[in-house]
């Protein structure tokens, strides 16, 4: 897939687990699991917003598109 989510290094970067996030956020472990691991089909422009302001970064330091 040409967009790769970049949530696993952001997530080092902070010190922060995948379950931290999600109770910050307020989405589903599930449902950030499929987001970290590239599975997901979409991303609303809400949960891009909480990741952000959680996370304190741009879309862009999570988004990443690749021309393969």
């Known amino acids: 897939m040409p ?3 970049n949530l696993d290094a952001m997530l ?3 010190g922060m687990t995948l379950t931290e996030l999600s109770e910050r956020v307020g989405l589903t472990l ?3 699991s499929i987001l970290k691991t590239g599975k997901a089909k979409a991303v609303r422009f809400s949960t891009l917003e909480a990741l952000c302001r959680v996370l304190d970064c741009q879309p862009g330091d999570i988004l990443e598109f690749s021309g393969d």
Do not use: K
């Open 12 to 14: 080092r970067e902070r």
């Open 3 to 5: 967009i790769h989510v």
């Open 30 to 32: 599930a449902n950030l």
